[in-house]
């Protein structure tokens, strides 16, 4: 016990007395009502202070608060954070802390960090780069869709943080490219993501490779039956920490309906940006080829457009995204899968062209906005066929979203609702069996989703995802 508050500190056997010492000096023992934290309480060490000040964060998110002790106190994490809270530096940051000295000898994995889609991969990776700037880590990304060589050269040169997609990691642990028995942190982001994408056979498989005894750290926007079940399996004794209420949205999004007629939704969208001068605006399509025909539209309507899609190459991909970021497209056409995890700075506008069929895919869009404390609008686009999709969107967050109606956009009330198709637009690896069941067995440029698409869907797919290998 240490102080008059009387708090226990567990302290665990892999730490040396100097850390552990460092670490009960740096970390103020807090009480209910104490002022917030800074970053320089959590016991991190100088290095990754510095890299965090570098970001110009003032003090450390709710979850970042709670996790960074947990973690560096060696425990197993059961996380409810959704993107946009600040998880990814949450688990990145006592990562590379407890990374701290690498054992003498070759470079092994030691941390683990699986992700449901290449760009959430590529993104961790740039944070473990970014937050471990002044620490002495090698980390790299490992997904499919590119070709596997140069990611075999990188692990053969020795790395110590691995983030992947499922699909691909299995394969270089089938062809024994990669060694994952000395992995000591094991995360798993996104987890409900991944189960609703199919990747849990995956998954089961990697745990196989790992050793026993190691740290593991999952975090889900909500918990189905599924992640409650895996989590039981997976975690040993875990702090469980919930930073938002289950499924609810990021309470600084502003949601807005606007009802319209389906052909007009792109009028008005193109209007609404142009009066509105939005300049950087993410707008999500339920299919690919809505999203190229919505691009090719506002293009011709003078805004710049692009969009992100599973059928495109990565190369194509990466581009869309970094333009966007960069401000030179000011509208990005995204779908459901392409989007997940993007963590766009200061992203202030989304748009729901159409809304998705599963109503929690529509928390995961707009958590696009209103990142870290930011202020953001997501505005929905809603015809007629689609107010079934809208009364269980409603149902889900447990209240309704305000509708504002603009002037020359009435709806037609002459218009009768015709059923939203499901069909190729339905996502991948979801409700149905027939996506789960197959999930695990596709090899090779895998993508993640692509599994529970049709036949047709797939060898098309694949023969895009091979052009971009080339
Ligand atoms: P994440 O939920 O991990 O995707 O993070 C969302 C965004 O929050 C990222 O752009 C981070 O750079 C940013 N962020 C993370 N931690 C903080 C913090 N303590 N203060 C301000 N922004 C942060």
Redesign the pocket.
């Known amino acids: 016990q240490f102080g008059a508050r009387g708090v226990t500190l567990q302290i665990p056997a892999w730490t040396g007395p100097q850390a552990i010492c460092e670490r009960i000096l740096a970390r103020r023992i807090r009480r209910p009502g104490d002022n917030p934290m800074s970053f320089n309480e959590l016991g991190l060490s100088a290095e990754l202070l510095r890299a965090v000040k570098e970001?110009g964060?003032?003090?450390?998110?709710p979850i970042?608060r709670q996790a960074i002790p947990h973690i560096l106190d060696g425990h197993d994490i059961l996380a409810g954070a959704q993107?946009?809270?600040?998880?990814?530096?949450g688990f990145t940051l006592p990562m590379l802390q407890l990374l701290e000295n690498p054992p003498s000898g070759p470079r092994r994995v030691r941390a683990l960090i699986l992700t449901p889609t290449r760009e959430l991969a590529a993104q961790v990776n740039e944070s473990v780069h970014t937050y471990g700037k002044y620490r002495p880590v090698r980390a790299m990304e490992i997904y499919g869709g590119v070709s596997p060589r140069p990611q075999i050269t990188k692990i053969k040169r020795g790395v110590d943080v691995v983030i992947a997609t499922p699909g691909r990691l299995l394969d270089h642990v089938r062809q024994g490219n990669i060694d994952l028995s000395f992995v000591e942190m094991f995360v798993l982001d996104e987890a409900d993501r991944m189960l609703d994408m199919g990747f849990i056979r995956d998954i089961k498989q990697i745990i196989k490779h790992l050793p026993e005894k190691r740290q593991n750290l999952l975090f889900s926007a909500t918990f189905s039956k599924e992640i409650r079940e895996l989590a039981n399996k997976l975690l040993d004794h875990p702090a469980e920490i919930q930073v938002a209420a289950r499924n609810a949205t990021v309470d600084r999004v502003e949601q807005l309906v606007y009802p319209v007629d389906k052909g007009r939704k792109r009028e008005l969208l193109s209007e609404m940006i142009g009066r509105g001068n939005w300049q950087q605006v993410l707008v999500f399509t339920r299919t690919k080829h809505g999203a190229n025909r919505l691009a090719k539209q506002l293009n011709q309507d003078g805004i710049t457009t692009d969009a992100i899609h599973g059928g495109k190459g990565q190369g194509a991909r990466t581009k869309a995204l970094r333009d966007f970021k960069a401000g030179k497209t000011r509208v990005l056409v995204a779908t459901d899968i392409a989007a997940r995890g993007l963590?766009i700075?200061r992203l202030p506008h989304v748009v729901n062209y159409e809304l998705p069929h599963v109503p929690e895919d529509y928390v995961h869009r707009i958590g696009r906005t209103a990142?870290?404390?930011q202020d953001g609008t997501a505005v929905s686009l809603v015809c007629i066929d689609e107010q079934k999709l809208l009364k269980d969107i409603e149902k889900l967050l447990k209240r309704a979203i305000k509708k504002e109606y603009v002037p020359g956009y009435e709806v037609d009330k002459r218009i009768k609702a015709e059923p939203v198709q499901k069909g190729k637009s339905r996502r991948p690896g979801g409700p149905g069996p027939a996506g789960r069941k197959k999930a695990g067995k596709a090899s090779g440029a895998r993508r993640p989703g692509k599994n529970a698409r049709n036949n047709n869907q797939r060898k098309r797919f694949s023969k895009s995802a091979r052009s971009s290998v080339s």
Do not use: I
């Open positions: 970001q964060y003032e003090e450390p998110t970042q993107t946009g809270t600040g998880k990814t530096a963590d700075q990142r870290a404390g």
